[in-house]
C-alpha cells in the first residue's frame, strides 16, 4: 500500500480522538471508531499529509517537546510582561513590524504564526507568502528593524520548525 | 382486518414518502418523461390516499372513535392518534381537495419547476392530516409548523411577482409568532396537568382527582393555567383561520398570491384547521361537564369570540362588496364564511356545531367552485371581476356559477349551504333573537358582493386575452361541474335522505356529548369519568 | 473543601464574564464585540469544566468542544463579511 | 407612526405587568421546586429498566429515548420539516446555477491552515455523538449540526468554491437528504412488515417488544446498548441535519453572478 | 433562606423572559427592517424555549439536580428509584429540542424569502414595499 | 486518599488558581486598554492563562477524584481535547479578526507608532 505510515498516522489520531470524544471504552466504541477513522482516513489523509511520511520522521516528533518546553517558557515571560502592562501601567509602544521567515512548508508557517498569537503581546496580523513577511502587532515593540525583531520575536521558534517539518 | 387499523398511522407517511420520491424523480432524471411520470405519480397517489381517508372514515363510522398508538405506547407515554366522526370526515374532505388540486394543478400549472409544487403540495397535505387526526397537543404543533412551512413555500412559489413574496413574508412572519405563542401555551399546559395528550387534559379538566397511569395527577393550578393557555390557543386558532381582525393582514395577501389551485385547496387544507382545533379544544378539551370554576370562564370566553366573529363577519362581508379582484373577493367571502361557523360553535348546542361543519363543508366545495371557475378568467381575461363575462358563453359554467353563489348564500333549500345558515338561525333563536338578525343581514349584504358577480357577467362585454391561446378547458370543466352538482347532491340528500341527516347531526351530537368515549377509548382505561 | 475552592474560584469566573459583557454592550465597534463574545465563551468554557467537578457529573464538560468550534466559526465568519462584506465568495 | 410604536409598546407593557403579576403573586407555575410532573419521572425509570421490558427503549439517554421512540413520530414530522424548508427554498432560489470558475478569495494561510487540520477531528467528533447517542448526551442531530460547522467554516474560510471542487452539489445533497428520509420512514415501517409477514400485532415505529406484540429491534451490540432503532434513526438524522443544513447554506451563499441567472427566467404565471 | 433566594432568581429569570418576549414582539411589529424583524423572531422564540427549559428544572434537597442521561447501567432497580428522584424532567428539554429545529428551519426559510425580496427591491425595508413599489396586478 | 491523589489536588488546584488571576487580568485588559488592537493582546492572556491554565488544572485535578470511577479520566481526556482545540483555533480566530479589522479600517489603530503594513506591501 502507497504511503502506508501516513495512513496509520492520520488512522490513529482519529481513532485516539474518536475515542476519547465518547468517553467510553467498549468494543462498540472501538468497533464503530475503527469504520470511523478508516472512512475520514481515505477522504482526507491526502489532503492533510502532504509528503510521504518515514520511519525517521516520527523521530523528529521528540523536538516537539523541546517546543512545547520553549513555548511554555516564552509564555510565562509573555504573561508577566503583560500583567505589568495591564495593572501597573508599564508605558507601551505599539508597532507593526515586519518579520522576515525561513520556513517552506504550511504546516511550519502556521505553527510559527499560531505560537507568536498565542503569546501575548504579539499578534500575526498578516502574512505575505510572496516576500515571506510576516506583519506582526507588538505591544511593546523594541525595535522596528525587521532583523532584530525576528531575532526577538521568531528565531528560537523558527529553529525548532524547521528541524520539525524540515 | 389489521390494515384498517394501520391505515391512520400510515397516512402521513405515505403523504411524506410520495413528496420525496416526486421530488427525487426529476433531479434524478431530468427528460420529459419524468415531467410526466410526476403528474402521473402524484395524481394517482392522491387517489389512493383520498382512498385510504374514506376507509378511515368508514371505520370511524363503525367504532366511534379509533386510536392508534404510535410504537405501541400507552399513551400519555407515547404519541396516540385518536379519530373521530368530525375529523375523520375532515380528513376525508382534505384529501379530496388534494385530489382535485392535483388534477386542476396538472391544467393550470405550466412550470418546468412542477415537481417542487407537488412536492410541497403533499407535504401540506401530510401536515394537515395529522393535525385532523393527532391526539397529542405537542405533536399538533409540529404538524401545524408542517402545514405552515409548506404553505409558505407554496404562496412563495410565483417567486418573480413581489407581491407574492411580500405576501409570503407577512404569512410567515406572523405565523411564527402565532406558532410560538402555541407552544408557550403546550408548555404552560404541561406544567400544571403534566401531560401532554388531549384526552388526558379532557379528562383531569373534568376529574381533576384521576390517577391516570404515567402521568399520575395534576401538578398545579390547573384553573388559571388552563384560563391563560386556553385564550393563547383560541388566539393562535382564530389567527389561523384568518378570523381576528389581525388575520386580515395576512389572508387576502395569501389567497391572491398564492397559486390559484393552492388558494382553492386552502380552505379546505389549511384553514379549517383553525375552525376544526377551535372545536376540538373547546368541545372535546374544555366541553361540556368541565369543572365548575372554567364553566364561567367558557361562556365568557365565548361571548367574546362571538363579538369578535360578528365583527370580522361584518368586516369581510363589506371589504366583499368594494373588492375588484376576483381572488380578494372569494378571500372575504371565505372569512365571512368561516366567521359564522364560528359563531355556529360559540352558541354551544347540537345544532350550531352542526352548522358550523355543514357550513365548513359548504365553503370548501362552493369555494374550490368559485376559484376553479376563476382560474378560467384568468386564464381567459384577467383578475378584474369584469372579466366573468368570459364564461358568459358556456351554459354549464354559468349553472354552476349560479350554484356556487346560491350555496355561499344560502336561500335555496337545494343546496348544502341553505342547511348550514338554516341550522345557524335555528341554534341562535334559542339564545335570543339578536343573532339571528345579524345572520339574516350578514347574509343579506354578502348577498350584494355575491349578485354583482351576476349583474357583471351579463352587461360586461368579454375582453379576451389576445396574448396568449385558449387551454383545453375540458378537465376543469368537469371538475367545477362535478363540484356543483355535489353542492346539488349533497342538499338534497341532506333533505330527502334521513340517515346522512342524521350521520351529520351524529357528528356534532358526538362531539359535544360523547367525550366519554373519546377519552376512554383513547387512553384505553375505564372507570376514569 | 475542594467544592468551596472551587466554588469562589467560580464566583471570580461570573466576576469576570459581567465585566466582558459590559465590553460586549459598550462596543464601540464589531470586532470590540466579538472579541469580548470570543472572551466570554473561554470563560464559559472554563465554567463548564469546573461545574462538572463540582456538581460530579462528567456530562457538562462535553460541552466545551462544540463551544469553541461555534465561536471560531463566529470569529471566521465576521472577519469574513468585515472583509468581503458578502459570504459567498 | 411615532403613535403607533406608542400603542404597541403600552400594550404589550401592560401584558408583560400582568403575567409578571400572576408569576410572581400567585406563584401558580412549579419552577425550582422538589417535584417534578409524574410523565417525566416515568421516563426517567422506564428509559434503560430491564425489568419493564415492556416499557423500555434501552437507552441510557433519557432524552434520545423520548425524541426517537416514545415520542418518534414527532421527531419524524420535525425532520420532513427541515425537508420542506429546504425544498421552499430550492423553490425559491429555482433556476440558479452553479458556475465553478469565479476565482475566490479566502481567509489568510494560516485560518486555512488551522481549519484544515481541525476538520477531520470535528467530523470524528460529529460520529462520534451521533453514533454514541443512545448512551452519552448528543444524538443525530447535535451531531449533524456539528456536522454542517464543517461546511460553513469551508464556505468562509476557502470560498463556496471548494465544497464545488469538492464535489457538493446542491442537487446531490437534496437527493441524499431525500433517500435518507425515506431510509428512515423503511426503518420506521420495517416492525409493521415483519408484523405482516408473521401475522402478529405490531407498530409503527416500535422499538423493543410490547405487551401484545413480541417483535423487537437488537437492543445490545457487543458490550454495548444499542437501544434499537435508535442508533439506526441517529445515523440518518446525522445525515439528514447535515445535507440539509449544507444545502441551505450553499443555497443562501449563491453569488450574484449565480443568482442572476435564477431571476432572469421570466415564468408565465396565471 | 436558600429556598427563599432560589425562587426569588427563578421568578425574577422568569421575568426577564416576558420582558423580553414583549420587547421582541415590539420589534417584530414596529421596526421596518426585515433584518431586525428577523432578529426579533429569533429573541421571541429563544425566550420562550428558555421558558420551557425552566419548566423541567428542579431542586433536590441535599444534592445537586443531575442531567437526565444515565452515567452507567443500571445494577438495580433501587439504582433507577434513587435516580428518578434527583434527575431534572427529560421532556421539556425533548420538545425544546424538536422546538428548535423546527425554528431553524422556518428561519432559514425566512432568510431566503428577505433574500429575494431584496432581489426585487435592492433594500430589506418594508417601506419599499409601503411606498408603491407594488405594482397594479389587474387592469 | 493516596499521597499522589494530594499531588493532583495541589497541581490542579493551583493552575486552576493561578488561571483565575491571569483571567481577573485579561477581563480588566479588555476593559481598560484604550483600543481594537491592544484589547486583542488581554484577550490572548485571558485565553491562555485564563482557560487553558484552568482546563489543565481541570485534567489534572480529575485523576486524583478516586470517587468519580472511571469518569474521572472522560473529564480529564476532553480537556486535554479542548485544550489542544483552543490553541490552534482561537489564534487563528483572533488573527483573522485582527487581519480583517485591520483591512476594513472598521477599528481605530491608534495608539500605533510605527506601521510596516502600510506602506505599500500588496494585501495578499
Same mark, same amino acid.
Request: one cysteine or more; a neutral charge; glycine letters at 6%.
Given at each position: 500500500?502507497?504511503?502506508?505510515?501516513?495512513?496509520?498516522?492520520?488512522?490513529?489520531?482519529?481513532?485516539?480522538?474518536?475515542?476519547?470524544?465518547?468517553?467510553?471504552?467498549?468494543?462498540?466504541?472501538?468497533?464503530?471508531?475503527?469504520?470511523?477513522?478508516?472512512?475520514?482516513?481515505?477522504?482526507?489523509?491526502?489532503?492533510?499529509?502532504?509528503?510521504?511520511?518515514?520511519?525517521?520522521?516520527?523521530?523528529?516528533?521528540?523536538?516537539?517537546?523541546?517546543?512545547?518546553?520553549?513555548?511554555?517558557?516564552?509564555?510565562?515571560?509573555?504573561?508577566?510582561?503583560?500583567?505589568?502592562?495591564?495593572?501597573?501601567?508599564?508605558?507601551?509602544?505599539?508597532?507593526?513590524?515586519?518579520?522576515?521567515?525561513?520556513?517552506?512548508?504550511?504546516?511550519?508557517?502556521?505553527?510559527?504564526?499560531?505560537?507568536?498569537?498565542?503569546?501575548?503581546?504579539?499578534?500575526?496580523?498578516?502574512?505575505?507568502?510572496?516576500?515571506?513577511?510576516?506583519?506582526?502587532?507588538?505591544?511593546?515593540?523594541?525595535?522596528?528593524?525587521?532583523?532584530?525583531?525576528?531575532?526577538?520575536?521568531?528565531?528560537?521558534?523558527?529553529?525548532?520548525?524547521?528541524?520539525?517539518?524540515? | 382486518?389489521?390494515?384498517?387499523?394501520?391505515?391512520?398511522?400510515?397516512?402521513?407517511?405515505?403523504?411524506?414518502?410520495?413528496?420525496?420520491?416526486?421530488?427525487?424523480?426529476?433531479?434524478?432524471?431530468?427528460?420529459?418523461?419524468?415531467?410526466?411520470?410526476?403528474?402521473?405519480?402524484?395524481?394517482?397517489?392522491?387517489?389512493?390516499?383520498?382512498?385510504?381517508?374514506?376507509?378511515?372514515?368508514?371505520?370511524?363510522?363503525?367504532?366511534?372513535?379509533?386510536?392508534?398508538?404510535?410504537?405501541?405506547?400507552?399513551?400519555?407515554?407515547?404519541?396516540?392518534?385518536?379519530?373521530?366522526?368530525?375529523?375523520?370526515?375532515?380528513?376525508?374532505?382534505?384529501?379530496?381537495?388534494?385530489?382535485?388540486?392535483?388534477?386542476?394543478?396538472?391544467?393550470?400549472?405550466?412550470?418546468?419547476?412542477?415537481?417542487?409544487?407537488?412536492?410541497?403540495?403533499?407535504?401540506?397535505?401530510?401536515?394537515?392530516?395529522?393535525?385532523?387526526?393527532?391526539?397529542?397537543?405537542?405533536?399538533?404543533?409540529?404538524?401545524?409548523?408542517?402545514?405552515?412551512?409548506?404553505?409558505?413555500?407554496?404562496?412563495?412559489?410565483?417567486?418573480?411577482?413581489?407581491?407574492?413574496?411580500?405576501?409570503?413574508?407577512?404569512?410567515?412572519?406572523?405565523?411564527?409568532?402565532?406558532?410560538?405563542?402555541?407552544?408557550?401555551?403546550?408548555?404552560?399546559?404541561?406544567?400544571?396537568?403534566?401531560?401532554?395528550?388531549?384526552?388526558?387534559?379532557?379528562?383531569?379538566?373534568?376529574?381533576?382527582?384521576?390517577?391516570?397511569?404515567?402521568?399520575?395527577?395534576?401538578?398545579?393550578?390547573?384553573?388559571?393555567?388552563?384560563?391563560?393557555?386556553?385564550?393563547?390557543?383560541?388566539?393562535?386558532?382564530?389567527?389561523?383561520?384568518?378570523?381576528?381582525?389581525?388575520?386580515?393582514?395576512?389572508?387576502?395577501?395569501?389567497?391572491?398570491?398564492?397559486?390559484?389551485?393552492?388558494?382553492?385547496?386552502?380552505?379546505?387544507?389549511?384553514?379549517?384547521?383553525?375552525?376544526?382545533?377551535?372545536?376540538?379544544?373547546?368541545?372535546?378539551?374544555?366541553?361540556?361537564?368541565?369543572?365548575?370554576?372554567?364553566?364561567?370562564?367558557?361562556?365568557?370566553?365565548?361571548?367574546?369570540?362571538?363579538?369578535?366573529?360578528?365583527?370580522?363577519?361584518?368586516?369581510?362581508?363589506?371589504?366583499?362588496?368594494?373588492?375588484?379582484?376576483?381572488?380578494?373577493?372569494?378571500?372575504?367571502?371565505?372569512?365571512?364564511?368561516?366567521?359564522?361557523?364560528?359563531?355556529?360553535?360559540?352558541?354551544?348546542?347540537?345544532?350550531?356545531?352542526?352548522?358550523?361543519?355543514?357550513?365548513?363543508?359548504?365553503?370548501?366545495?362552493?369555494?374550490?367552485?368559485?376559484?376553479?371557475?376563476?382560474?378560467?378568467?384568468?386564464?381567459?381575461?384577467?383578475?378584474?371581476?369584469?372579466?366573468?363575462?368570459?364564461?358568459?358563453?358556456?351554459?354549464?359554467?354559468?349553472?354552476?356559477?349560479?350554484?356556487?353563489?346560491?350555496?355561499?348564500?344560502?336561500?335555496?333549500?337545494?343546496?348544502?349551504?341553505?342547511?348550514?345558515?338554516?341550522?345557524?338561525?335555528?341554534?341562535?333563536?334559542?339564545?335570543?333573537?339578536?343573532?339571528?338578525?345579524?345572520?339574516?343581514?350578514?347574509?343579506?349584504?354578502?348577498?350584494?358582493?355575491?349578485?354583482?358577480?351576476?349583474?357583471?357577467?351579463?352587461?360586461?362585454?368579454?375582453?379576451?386575452?389576445?396574448?396568449?391561446?385558449?387551454?383545453?378547458?375540458?378537465?376543469?370543466?368537469?371538475?367545477?361541474?362535478?363540484?356543483?352538482?355535489?353542492?346539488?347532491?349533497?342538499?338534497?340528500?341532506?333533505?330527502?335522505?334521513?340517515?346522512?341527516?342524521?350521520?351529520?347531526?351524529?357528528?356534532?351530537?358526538?362531539?359535544?356529548?360523547?367525550?366519554?368515549?373519546?377519552?376512554?377509548?383513547?387512553?384505553?382505561?375505564?372507570?376514569?369519568? | 473543601?475542594?467544592?468551596?475552592?472551587?466554588?469562589?474560584?467560580?464566583?471570580?469566573?461570573?466576576?469576570?464574564?459581567?465585566?466582558?459583557?459590559?465590553?460586549?454592550?459598550?462596543?464601540?465597534?464589531?470586532?470590540?464585540?466579538?472579541?469580548?463574545?470570543?472572551?466570554?465563551?473561554?470563560?464559559?468554557?472554563?465554567?463548564?469544566?469546573?461545574?462538572?467537578?463540582?456538581?460530579?457529573?462528567?456530562?457538562?464538560?462535553?460541552?466545551?468542544?462544540?463551544?469553541?468550534?461555534?465561536?471560531?466559526?463566529?470569529?471566521?465568519?465576521?472577519?469574513?463579511?468585515?472583509?468581503?462584506?458578502?459570504?459567498?465568495? | 407612526?411615532?403613535?403607533?410604536?406608542?400603542?404597541?409598546?403600552?400594550?404589550?407593557?401592560?401584558?408583560?405587568?400582568?403575567?409578571?403579576?400572576?408569576?410572581?403573586?400567585?406563584?401558580?407555575?412549579?419552577?425550582?421546586?422538589?417535584?417534578?410532573?409524574?410523565?417525566?419521572?416515568?421516563?426517567?425509570?422506564?428509559?434503560?429498566?430491564?425489568?419493564?421490558?415492556?416499557?423500555?427503549?434501552?437507552?441510557?439517554?433519557?432524552?434520545?429515548?423520548?425524541?426517537?421512540?416514545?415520542? =418518534? %413520530?414527532?421527531?419524524?414530522?420535525?425532520?420532513? @420539516?427541515?425537508?420542506?424548508? &429546504? !425544498? $421552499?427554498? #430550492?423553490? *425559491?432560489?429555482?433556476?440558479?446555477?452553479?458556475?465553478?470558475?469565479?476565482?475566490?478569495?479566502?481567509?489568510?494561510?494560516?485560518?486555512?491552515?488551522?481549519?484544515?487540520?481541525?476538520?477531520?477531528?470535528?467530523?470524528?467528533?460529529?460520529?462520534?455523538?451521533?453514533?454514541?447517542?443512545?448512551?452519552?448526551?448528543?444524538? =443525530? %442531530?447535535?451531531?449533524?449540526?456539528?456536522?454542517? @460547522?464543517?461546511?460553513?467554516? &469551508? !464556505? $468562509?474560510? #476557502?470560498? *463556496?468554491?471548494?465544497?464545488?471542487?469538492?464535489?457538493?452539489?446542491?442537487?446531490?445533497?437534496?437527493?441524499?437528504?431525500?433517500?435518507?428520509?425515506?431510509?428512515?420512514?423503511?426503518?420506521?415501517?420495517?416492525?409493521?412488515?415483519?408484523?405482516?409477514?408473521?401475522?402478529?400485532?405490531?407498530?409503527?415505529?416500535?422499538?423493543?417488544?410490547?405487551?401484545?406484540?413480541?417483535?423487537?429491534?437488537?437492543?445490545?451490540?457487543?458490550? $454495548?446498548?444499542?437501544?434499537?432503532?435508535?442508533?439506526?434513526?441517529?445515523?440518518?438524522?446525522?445525515?439528514?441535519?447535515?445535507?440539509?443544513?449544507?444545502?441551505?447554506?450553499?443555497?443562501?451563499?449563491?453569488?450574484?453572478?449565480?443568482?442572476?441567472?435564477?431571476?432572469?427566467?421570466?415564468?408565465?404565471?396565471? | 433562606?436558600?429556598?427563599?433566594?432560589?425562587?426569588?432568581?427563578?421568578?425574577?429569570?422568569?421575568?426577564?423572559?416576558?420582558?423580553?418576549?414583549?420587547?421582541?414582539?415590539?420589534?417584530?411589529?414596529?421596526?421596518?427592517?426585515?433584518?431586525?424583524?428577523?432578529?426579533?423572531?429569533?429573541?421571541?422564540?429563544?425566550?420562550?424555549?428558555?421558558?420551557?427549559?425552566?419548566?423541567?428544572?428542579?431542586?433536590?434537597?441535599?444534592?445537586?439536580?443531575?442531567?437526565?442521561?444515565?452515567?452507567?447501567?443500571?445494577?438495580?432497580?433501587?439504582?433507577?428509584?434513587?435516580?428518578?428522584?434527583?434527575?431534572?424532567?427529560?421532556?421539556?428539554?425533548?420538545?425544546?429540542?424538536?422546538?428548535?429545529?423546527?425554528?431553524?428551519?422556518?428561519?432559514?426559510?425566512?432568510?431566503?424569502?428577505?433574500?429575494?425580496?431584496?432581489?426585487?427591491?435592492?433594500?430589506?425595508?418594508?417601506?419599499?414595499?409601503?411606498?408603491?413599489?407594488?405594482?397594479?396586478?389587474?387592469? | 486518599?493516596?499521597?499522589?491523589?494530594?499531588?493532583?489536588?495541589?497541581?490542579?488546584?493551583?493552575?486552576?488558581?493561578?488561571?483565575?488571576?491571569?483571567?481577573?487580568?485579561?477581563?480588566?485588559?479588555?476593559?481598560?486598554?484604550?483600543?481594537?488592537?491592544?484589547?486583542?493582546?488581554?484577550?490572548?492572556?485571558?485565553?491562555?492563562?485564563?482557560?487553558?491554565?484552568?482546563?489543565?488544572?481541570?485534567?489534572?485535578?480529575?485523576?486524583?477524584?478516586?470517587?468519580?470511577?472511571?469518569?474521572?479520566?472522560?473529564?480529564?481526556?476532553?480537556?486535554?481535547?479542548?485544550?489542544?482545540?483552543?490553541?490552534?483555533?482561537?489564534?487563528?480566530?483572533?488573527?483573522?479578526?485582527?487581519?480583517?479589522?485591520?483591512?476594513?479600517?472598521?477599528?481605530?489603530?491608534?495608539?500605533?507608532?510605527?506601521?510596516?503594513?502600510?506602506?505599500?506591501?500588496?494585501?495578499?
Amino acid at each position: 500500500m502507497k504511503r502506508f505510515l501516513n495512513k496509520l498516522f492520520v488512522f490513529t489520531i482519529i481513532l485516539v480522538f474518536f475515542i476519547i470524544s465518547t468517553g467510553s471504552f467498549k468494543y462498540y466504541t472501538l468497533v464503530i471508531g475503527v469504520i470511523v477513522s478508516a472512512i475520514t482516513t481515505y477522504l482526507f489523509e491526502s489532503s492533510i499529509v502532504k509528503k510521504t511520511l518515514r520511519l525517521y520522521d516520527v523521530l523528529k516528533l521528540l523536538y516537539l517537546f523541546k517546543y512545547i518546553v520553549y513555548f511554555v517558557k516564552a509564555e510565562i515571560h509573555a504573561h508577566l510582561e503583560l500583567v505589568e502592562i495591564i495593572l501597573f501601567n508599564k508605558p507601551i509602544r505599539p508597532a507593526i513590524v515586519a518579520v522576515p521567515y525561513h520556513v517552506e512548508s504550511d504546516y511550519g508557517v502556521t505553527l510559527i504564526a499560531l505560537t507568536v498569537t498565542n503569546t501575548p503581546g504579539t499578534i500575526v496580523l498578516n502574512i505575505d507568502t510572496n516576500s515571506k513577511l510576516m506583519y506582526i502587532h507588538w505591544i511593546n515593540a523594541s525595535t522596528f528593524n525587521p532583523d532584530e525583531a525576528r531575532l526577538v520575536i521568531t528565531s528560537g521558534f523558527e529553529k525548532l520548525v524547521e528541524k520539525i517539518f524540515g | 382486518m389489521r390494515i384498517m387499523e394501520y391505515l391512520i398511522g400510515l397516512l402521513p407517511f405515505f403523504l411524506v414518502a410520495v413528496s420525496v420520491i416526486i421530488l427525487l424523480i426529476p433531479i434524478l432524471n431530468k427528460s420529459w418523461k419524468s415531467q410526466r411520470l410526476v403528474e402521473l405519480l402524484s395524481l394517482t397517489t392522491s387517489g389512493i390516499a383520498v382512498i385510504m381517508s374514506l376507509l378511515v372514515l368508514i371505520n370511524v363510522v363503525e367504532n366511534r372513535v379509533v386510536s392508534y398508538r404510535f410504537a405501541g405506547f400507552k399513551p400519555p407515554l407515547g404519541i396516540v392518534y385518536t379519530v373521530d366522526l368530525l375529523s375523520s370526515l375532515l380528513g376525508f374532505l382534505s384529501m379530496t381537495a388534494l385530489f382535485l388540486t392535483v388534477l386542476y394543478s396538472k391544467w393550470f400549472i405550466i412550470s418546468e419547476w412542477k415537481y417542487l409544487y407537488y412536492s410541497l403540495l403533499f407535504l401540506l397535505s401530510a401536515g394537515s392530516i395529522s393535525c385532523f387526526y393527532t391526539g397529542d397537543i405537542f405533536n399538533l404543533f409540529v404538524s401545524i409548523e408542517l402545514l405552515s412551512i409548506s404553505a409558505y413555500g407554496l404562496v412563495a412559489f410565483y417567486r418573480s411577482k413581489p407581491t407574492a413574496i411580500v405576501a409570503s413574508l407577512r404569512y410567515a412572519m406572523t405565523g411564527i409568532v402565532a406558532t410560538s405563542i402555541y407552544f408557550f401555551a403546550v408548555v404552560l399546559i404541561y406544567s400544571a396537568f403534566g401531560t401532554l395528550n388531549m384526552a388526558d387534559i379532557a379528562l383531569k379538566l373534568r376529574n381533576p382527582n384521576a390517577i391516570t397511569p404515567f402521568s399520575q395527577s395534576v401538578l398545579g393550578d390547573i384553573v388559571l393555567t388552563s384560563k391563560i393557555a386556553f385564550s393563547l390557543m383560541v388566539w393562535v386558532f382564530l389567527f389561523k383561520t384568518g378570523i381576528l381582525p389581525i388575520g386580515f393582514t395576512w389572508q387576502p395577501h395569501v389567497y391572491s398570491e398564492a397559486p390559484l389551485p393552492i388558494s382553492a385547496g386552502f380552505t379546505a387544507i389549511a384553514d379549517s384547521i383553525g375552525i376544526y382545533l377551535f372545536m376540538r379544544f373547546f368541545t372535546t378539551i374544555l366541553g361540556w361537564g368541565v369543572i365548575e370554576e372554567l364553566v364561567v370562564f367558557r361562556i365568557t370566553l365565548f361571548s367574546f369570540i362571538q363579538v369578535l366573529a360578528i365583527i370580522s363577519a361584518f368586516i369581510s362581508v363589506l371589504l366583499m362588496i368594494v373588492e375588484k379582484d376576483i381572488k380578494k373577493l372569494i378571500t372575504y367571502s371565505t372569512i365571512s364564511q368561516f366567521s359564522l361557523a364560528l359563531l355556529g360553535i360559540t352558541l354551544d348546542n347540537v345544532f350550531g356545531v352542526v352548522s358550523a361543519i355543514l357550513l365548513l363543508i359548504s365553503n370548501i366545495l362552493g369555494d374550490a367552485v368559485l376559484f376553479y371557475l376563476a382560474g378560467l378568467l384568468i386564464i381567459g381575461c384577467g383578475r378584474s371581476i369584469n372579466c366573468i363575462a368570459v364564461l358568459k358563453n358556456s351554459k354549464s359554467m354559468v349553472f354552476s356559477l349560479v350554484v356556487a353563489i346560491l350555496n355561499l348564500f344560502g336561500v335555496l333549500p337545494v343546496t348544502i349551504g341553505f342547511w348550514g345558515k338554516a341550522l345557524l338561525v335555528l341554534a341562535g333563536i334559542n339564545k335570543s333573537i339578536t343573532l339571528p338578525i345579524i345572520v339574516l343581514v350578514v347574509s343579506g349584504i354578502s348577498a350584494i358582493g355575491y349578485f354583482k358577480l351576476l349583474h357583471v357577467m351579463y352587461t360586461y362585454k368579454a375582453v379576451t386575452r389576445s396574448d396568449q391561446e385558449l387551454r383545453n378547458t375540458v378537465i376543469p370543466k368537469t371538475i367545477i361541474l362535478l363540484l356543483s352538482t355535489t353542492l346539488i347532491v349533497l342538499g338534497l340528500l341532506f333533505t330527502l335522505y334521513e340517515p346522512f341527516r342524521i350521520f351529520i347531526i351524529n357528528v356534532g351530537e358526538d362531539l359535544l356529548g360523547n367525550y366519554r368515549e373519546y377519552i376512554v377509548k383513547s387512553i384505553g382505561v375505564e372507570g376514569l369519568i | 473543601m475542594l467544592s468551596s475552592v472551587l466554588l469562589i474560584i467560580t464566583s471570580i469566573y461570573v466576576v469576570t464574564a459581567l465585566m466582558y459583557i459590559i465590553r460586549l454592550v459598550k462596543g464601540p465597534t464589531i470586532p470590540d464585540r466579538v472579541l469580548a463574545l470570543d472572551a466570554l465563551s473561554f470563560d464559559l468554557a472554563v465554567f463548564l469544566a469546573l461545574l462538572s467537578i463540582i456538581l460530579e457529573n462528567p456530562i457538562l464538560v462535553s460541552g466545551v468542544i462544540p463551544l469553541v468550534l461555534w465561536i471560531h466559526a463566529i470569529d471566521i465568519f465576521v472577519s469574513k463579511y468585515l472583509e468581503a462584506r458578502e459570504m459567498g465568495e | 407612526m411615532i403613535k403607533r410604536d406608542v400603542l404597541v409598546a403600552f400594550s404589550l407593557s401592560l401584558l408583560v405587568l400582568s403575567i409578571s403579576l400572576i408569576i410572581w403573586l400567585e406563584g401558580y407555575i412549579r419552577i425550582a421546586t422538589p417535584i417534578i410532573s409524574s410523565l417525566g419521572e416515568s421516563y426517567l425509570y422506564y428509559s434503560y429498566n430491564p425489568w419493564y421490558s415492556n416499557y423500555t427503549s434501552f437507552s441510557l439517554n433519557v432524552v434520545s429515548a423520548i425524541i426517537w421512540d416514545y415520542r =418518534g %413520530f414527532d421527531t419524524f414530522l420535525e425532520t420532513t @420539516v427541515l425537508m420542506a424548508s &429546504i !425544498i $421552499a427554498i #430550492y423553490t *425559491l432560489l429555482r433556476g440558479f446555477e452553479e458556475k465553478v470558475f469565479l476565482q475566490p478569495k479566502g481567509l489568510s494561510t494560516i485560518t486555512k491552515t488551522a481549519t484544515k487540520i481541525v476538520i477531520p477531528l470535528i467530523i470524528a467528533y460529529a460520529l462520534a455523538i451521533a453514533t454514541h447517542g443512545q448512551l452519552t448526551p448528543g444524538g =443525530g %442531530f447535535q451531531g449533524g449540526a456539528t456536522l454542517a @460547522v464543517i461546511s460553513s467554516l &469551508i !464556505i $468562509a474560510v #476557502y470560498s *463556496l468554491e471548494f465544497l464545488y471542487y469538492m464535489g457538493y452539489r446542491s442537487k446531490r445533497l437534496v437527493v441524499i437528504r431525500g433517500l435518507c428520509l425515506i431510509g428512515l420512514i423503511i426503518v420506521a415501517i420495517t416492525p409493521l412488515l415483519i408484523g405482516f409477514i408473521l401475522n402478529t400485532k405490531s407498530y409503527i415505529f416500535q422499538n423493543m417488544s410490547k405487551e401484545d406484540s413480541f417483535i423487537s429491534m437488537p437492543s445490545f451490540l457487543f458490550d $454495548a446498548p444499542l437501544a434499537g432503532s435508535i442508533f439506526f434513526y441517529n445515523v440518518f438524522e446525522l445525515l439528514i441535519v447535515f445535507t440539509g443544513l449544507t444545502t441551505a447554506l450553499m443555497l443562501l451563499s449563491l453569488r450574484d453572478v449565480e443568482l442572476k441567472k435564477a431571476f432572469e427566467v421570466r415564468e408565465v404565471y396565471e | 433562606m436558600s429556598e427563599v433566594f432560589i425562587q426569588l432568581a427563578f421568578r425574577t429569570s422568569i421575568i426577564a423572559f416576558i420582558v423580553n418576549i414583549a420587547i421582541a414582539m415590539y420589534g417584530v411589529y414596529t421596526r421596518p427592517s426585515l433584518i431586525k424583524k428577523f432578529i426579533c423572531l429569533i429573541m421571541f422564540t429563544d425566550a420562550i424555549n428558555l421558558f420551557a427549559l425552566f419548566i423541567g428544572f428542579r431542586v433536590v434537597n441535599n444534592t445537586y439536580p443531575k442531567p437526565p442521561v444515565l452515567i452507567r447501567e443500571p445494577v438495580s432497580p433501587g439504582e433507577l428509584e434513587e435516580f428518578k428522584y434527583i434527575a431534572v424532567d427529560p421532556l421539556p428539554q425533548a420538545l425544546v429540542l424538536t422546538a428548535i429545529v423546527i425554528s431553524l428551519a422556518v428561519f432559514m426559510f425566512v432568510i431566503g424569502l428577505i433574500l429575494v425580496y431584496y432581489e426585487h427591491y435592492g433594500t430589506t425595508s418594508i417601506k419599499a414595499m409601503r411606498s408603491g413599489g407594488v405594482e397594479e396586478v389587474f387592469e | 486518599m493516596s499521597e499522589l491523589n494530594l499531588v493532583f489536588y495541589g497541581i490542579g488546584l493551583g493552575l486552576i488558581a493561578i488561571g483565575s488571576f491571569f483571567e481577573v487580568v485579561g477581563a480588566i485588559g479588555v476593559l481598560k486598554l484604550p483600543s481594537f488592537f491592544l484589547r486583542l493582546h488581554a484577550l490572548t492572556v485571558s485565553c491562555i492563562g485564563g482557560s487553558i491554565l484552568p482546563l489543565l488544572g481541570v485534567a489534572i485535578l480529575a485523576i486524583g477524584l478516586e470517587e468519580m470511577g472511571s469518569q474521572r479520566l472522560f473529564i480529564t481526556a476532553i480537556c486535554l481535547i479542548s485544550v489542544f482545540i483552543i490553541l490552534i483555533l482561537a489564534p487563528s480566530g483572533s488573527h483573522s479578526l485582527a487581519r480583517a479589522a485591520y483591512n476594513s479600517n472598521t477599528a481605530p489603530k491608534q495608539p500605533l507608532e510605527y506601521d510596516a503594513l502600510s506602506r505599500g506591501v500588496n494585501k495578499d
